[in-house]
C-alpha cells in the first residue's frame, strides 16, 4: 500500500502540480534569502544538465537511499551540454552540485529537506557565497526510485549555458528541469483514460483494504 501511495503521488505531482523542479529552485530561494544570501538566478541550461545528470545516475540508488552514482567532470562539456543544447562558447564554471535519491516521490519542500539538504555538508555547498545561479533536475517513475540534482555556476544571467534555438533546449521524455514551462514527463503525457483507471483501480483496492 506504501508504494501505491507513492505511486498516486507521483502522478498526482506529475499532471497538476507541473514542474517540481521549479518548486525547488523557490524553495532554495527562500532559504537563501532567510538567512540572508542573495537570491540565484534560475539558469534552464544548468536544470537540464542536472537532469541528465540524474539520468545517467538512475538505477543507483543504495536501500539507504543513498546515490552511488559520480560521473567525471568532462560529461558536463562533452555529454550533459551538448545533450541540451548549451552553446559551448557560454558554458560556465560549476561551482557546486548536490544529487540524491529516495525510493518514494517525495513533494518539493520534503525533498529539499530530506534528500538534497540533509547535513551540514550539503548546507555547506547550498551556502557558498560563489554561487550565482542554480537549475535543478528530477527524474524517476511511478515505481521509483527517484533522484533529484541541483547545480550551482557563479555566471551572469543570460550569459552563461545559454540554450540553443532562442532557449529551447530538449524536448525533455523523462523527468522535468528547472527554468522550462513544461511539466515533468511532458515528451510522454499519458493519456486521461489511463489516468483515469489507474485511479479506479487505486480505489478499488483501497476498498479491499477496508473491507
Known amino acids: 500500500m506504501q508504494n501505491l501511495n507513492s505511486e498516486i503521488t507521483w502522478f498526482c505531482s506529475l499532471y497538476y502540480a507541473g514542474n517540481p523542479a521549479n518548486e525547488i529552485v523557490d524553495i532554495i530561494n527562500k532559504n537563501l534569502t ?3 544570501f542573495s537570491n540565484l538566478n534560475d539558469n534552464p541550461g544548468l536544470g537540464c544538465m542536472a537532469l541528465q545528470y540524474v539520468e545517467l545516475c538512475k538505477g543507483n540508488c543504495t536501500n ?3 546515490v552511488n552514482c559520480k560521473t567525471p567532470d568532462d560529461d558536463f562539456t562533452e555529454v550533459f551540454g551538448p545533450n541540451c543544447g548549451v552553446e559551448l562558447p557560454t558554458f560556465g564554471t560549476i561551482t557546486g552540485h548536490i544529487v540524491g535519491c529516495q525510493r518514494n516521490y517525495l513533494e518539493p519542500s520534503l525533498a529539499f529537506s530530506h534528500v538534497l539538504v540533509t547535513d551540514k555538508k550539503s548546507l555547506s555547498v547550498l551556502r557558498n557565497k560563489s554561487h550565482a545561479e542554480v537549475g535543478v533536475g528530477l527524474v524517476g517513475n511511478h515505481k521509483g526510485p527517484f533522484f533529484w540534482c541541483v547545480l550551482f555556476s557563479n555566471g551572469k544571467t543570460n550569459s552563461t549555458f545559454v540554450l540553443e534555438n532562442r532557449g529551447a533546449g530538449i524536448e525533455q521524455k523523462k523527468g522535468c528541469y528547472s527554468g522550462s514551462s513544461a511539466p515533468c514527463s511532458g515528451g510522454q503525457k499519458n493519456s486521461v483514460v489511463f489516468l483515469n ?14 473491507f
Not at 483507471?197 to 477496508?210: R, S
Open 34 to 36: 532567510d538567512q540572508k
Open 64 to 66: 539507504n537511499n543513498v
Open 197 to 210: 483507471i489507474f485511479f479506479m483501480c487505486y480505489v478499488f483496492i483501497l476498498l479491499l483494504t477496508l
